[in-house]
């Protein structure tokens, strides 16, 4: 005998019971962000690998280590994407989306890619929800993005949630302060360790998500950018903190907060929660005014957000963890030599009929519908139908007048009504 096969570590099997938990989330997320404006757009699993190295940073940890690289048939170097908003980005870029009226407004949702440590929270295939805003910096599109996401991680019931904040300034803050960094960085470089000090000219302010103690210690008494803002970085975060405030979002100012991609500029933020242990980010982003640019388009303010699917399912609260409650059939077809008639009794009216694939009798059918598995049973045979409902006395009627009573057995249930000629519709069978 075989060995039996197994999914591939990093990744999961998403079964009925989760997948209908997953598209009750999207559905929320969709109805949020659709009433706000954002429009739904979904871009390929796979880019050019070219795409994430000027976008996302060729010195993160996403593109030296976790990125999933292939080479296709026509020899070009491709990435399973990583992230969502480069792609999000290229496609701004190239239907000239720059064209119309700004800002755009965008989510999406989908499966993402990322050669990490397999445990709890971190997969290596899993899936996001985000949304992105193109073509504005008004610190009123920070505020939004940041409201919205917490409106979804309360709505699905997110416990212990935690937002802090912070701001890496502009792209001319940013230089000079990277400056100052990289000279206390190297006065102190034998403290490094040997990963941060790979990348000190590529970037620096990477040092502050470094697990080494020594580095820890190093970056402990690091001049912080925050510290430095002034002008019109001092001035948008204020607005951003004041947006908050009024809106009643609770915040904690994280000095040291540097997402773990290099296209952030100015705001950033990230949701937590101690109920995920380790793995306690459930969702964040901020704003990355040089992306557009720098993959070849016009010079375009951007920000936007990402939500782990799995994060949000694993921070929800006790009395939110219930599986979704199936809708059973309106009723249940079974057709003993009769399967055609059955077939079109159904095909007639797909968004009420089920046809029964277990191949019971017609007394375990009885018996189904006796524990709740439907509250009509249709028994179609050659020239007639017979209609049971629970409680009720059941009725006959000819084949061609199925379609008619199928309607008013529905409609005496309670579950469904009918308006205008609705229960005349329909061809005789």
């Known amino acids: 005998m075989a060995d039996q096969l197994q999914h591939p570590r990093g990744t999961a099997d998403v079964l009925p019971d989760e997948a209908e938990l997953r598209d009750a989330l999207v559905g929320t997320a969709a109805q949020l962000l659709g009433e706000a404006g954002y429009q739904h757009i979904d871009t390929p699993i796979f880019e050019s690998t070219e795409l994430f190295k000027r976008g996302v940073g060729g010195s993160t940890d996403v593109v030296r280590k976790e990125m999933y690289t292939f080479e296709d048939g026509g020899g070009r170097s491709m990435t399973l994407r990583p992230e969502g908003t480069a792609g999000v980005a290229r496609a701004y870029v190239q239907h000239g989306m720059h064209k119309l009226p700004q800002p755009v407004k965008l989510w999406y949702h989908g ?27 008004d610190p009123l599109v920070d505020a939004e993005l940041i409201t919205l996401l917490h409106r979804l991680i309360t709505a699905v019931g997110g416990q212990q949630i935690v937002l802090k904040l912070g701001s890496l300034g502009s792209l001319e803050a940013r230089a000079e302060y990277r400056q100052l960094l990289l000279d206390y960085l190297r006065s102190r470089e034998s403290e490094l360790s040997e990963d941060v000090r790979s990348r000190i000219d590529e970037n620096p302010l990477r040092a502050f998500d470094a697990k080494d103690p020594g580095t820890q210690a190093v970056m402990a008494a ?26 009643g979002i609770p915040y904690e100012i994280d ?8 296209y952030y500029t100015r ?21 990355y005014d040089g992306l557009v640019q720098q993959i070849g388009g016009p010079a375009t303010p951007g920000a936007g957000w990402a939500a782990g699917v799995e994060r949000l399912l694993l921070a929800r609260s006790p009395e939110h963890r219930s599986t979704v409650k199936r809708t059973p059939p309106l009723h249940v077809i079974v057709a003993p030599g009769a399967r055609v008639a059955a077939f079109q009794l159904a095909h007639v009216h797909p968004d009420l009929a089920t046809i029964d694939l277990s191949g019971r009798s017609v007394k375990g059918q009885l018996k189904a519908a006796a524990r709740g598995a439907a509250p009509v049973l249709a028994i179609v045979e050659p020239e007639q139908v017979t209609f049971r409902r629970r409680g009720e006395d059941e009725v006959t009627v000819p084949l061609a007048d199925a379609h008619a009573e199928l309607h008013r057995q529905l409609a005496a249930t309670g579950t469904v009504t009918f308006y205008g000629d609705d229960a005349s519709d329909g061809p005789a069978a």
């Not at 040291?256 to 290099?262: A, E, S, W, Y």
């Open 267 to 287: 705001t950033v933020f990230e949701f937590s929660s101690a109920a995920l242990g380790a793995q306690s980010g459930v969702g964040g982003g901020g704003r």
């Open 111 to 137: 499966p993402f890619f990322r050669y990490e440590r397999a445990q709890a929270g971190r997969q290596r295939q899993f899936a996001q929800i985000g949304a992105e805003v193109l073509g504005s910096d």
């Open 255 to 262: 000095k040291t907060l540097v997402r773990g991609l290099d």
């Open 222 to 247: 690091a001049p912080l950018l925050m510290d430095h803002l002034a002008g019109e970085d001092a001035e948008h975060f204020a607005e951003v903190k004041a947006m908050l405030d009024v809106a």
